[in-house]
T-cell receptor
Framework: AQSVTQLDSHVSVSEGTPVLLRCNYS??????LFWYVQHPNKGLQLLLK??????LVKGINGFEAEFKKSETSFHLTKPSAHMSDAAEYFC???????????FGKGTRLHILP | GAVVSQHPSWVICKSGTSVKIECRSL??????MFWYRQFPKQSLMLMAT?????????EQGVEKDKFLINHASLTLSTLTVTSAHPEDSSFYIC???????????FGPGTRLTVL
């Protein structure tokens, strides 16, 4: 069975400082892992995706995530936060064989001026 | 590429009426479409998965007679909320995947308010 845990429901950082949004997963197989961003009253936008190629995945808007199998983690990072990054972020795990997609509960990122 | 649209973006209806929400993949063929429901400040809850030309597979606890899903073509799926009640008010989001990929592309969502 698959599961995904986003360790922080809220994260606050100052503009210009690094961002770290944590995600741990469990999966019986080799999963695909995703990060999506949702701005208020909007749909979800794909930030990046891991599919067993390079463990460090670069996404849009300067975000990247590193897949660490030993730690079953897929944390999202950005070197320097921007005000426009304020949104809800979802970590997602998916597997072809289960035909299931599991969402984390989301992390609300607040950017302080 | 991989754009998914939803229509309408918001709808207000009276209790007891039915509402249809459309989900379209604009530039790819969506072999599978998903319907989600999202309550305020919560994560997405998968309601059902539909493959083109097949009956939708509903998640446990989702009433199939209440939430009718039709996936008649490779670019269109519809969700009809029948006899809507205020507790059905929510943000409904669809997503779609193409053949050979498990990446879901999401629509912008539909805000349903039932009075």
């Amino acid at each position: 069975a698959q599961s995904v845990t986003q360790l922080d429901s809220h994260v606050s950082v100052s503009e210009g400082t690094p961002v770290l949004l944590r995600c741990n997963y469990s999966s019986s197989y080799s999963p695909s892992l995703f990060w999506y961003v949702q701005h208020p009253n909007k749909g979800l936008q794909l930030l990046l995706k891991y599919t067993s190629a390079a463990t460090l995945v670069k996404g849009i808007n300067g975000f990247e995530a590193e897949f660490k199998k030993s730690e079953t983690s897929f944390h999202l990072t950005k070197p320097s936060a921007h005000m426009s990054d304020a949104a809800e972020y979802f970590c997602v795990v998916s597997d072809w064989r289960d035909d299931k997609i599991i969402f984390g509960k989301g992390t609300r990122l607040h950017i302080l001026p | 590429g991989a754009v998914v649209s939803q229509h309408p973006s918001w709808v207000i209806c009276k209790s007891g009426t039915s509402v249809k929400i459309e989900c379209r993949s604009l530039d790819f063929q969506a072999t599978t479409m998903f319907w989600y429901r999202q309550f305020p400040k919560q994560s997405l809850m998968l309601m059902a998965t539909s493959n083109e030309g097949s009956k939708a597979t509903y998640e446990q606890g989702v009433e199939k007679d209440k939430f009718l899903i039709n996936h008649a073509s490779l670019t269109l799926s519809t969700l009809t909320v029948t006899s809507a009640h205020p507790e059905d008010s929510s943000f409904y989001i669809c997503s779609a995947t193409g053949s050979g990929t498990d990446t879901q592309y999401f629509g912008p969502g539909t805000r349903l308010t039932v009075l």
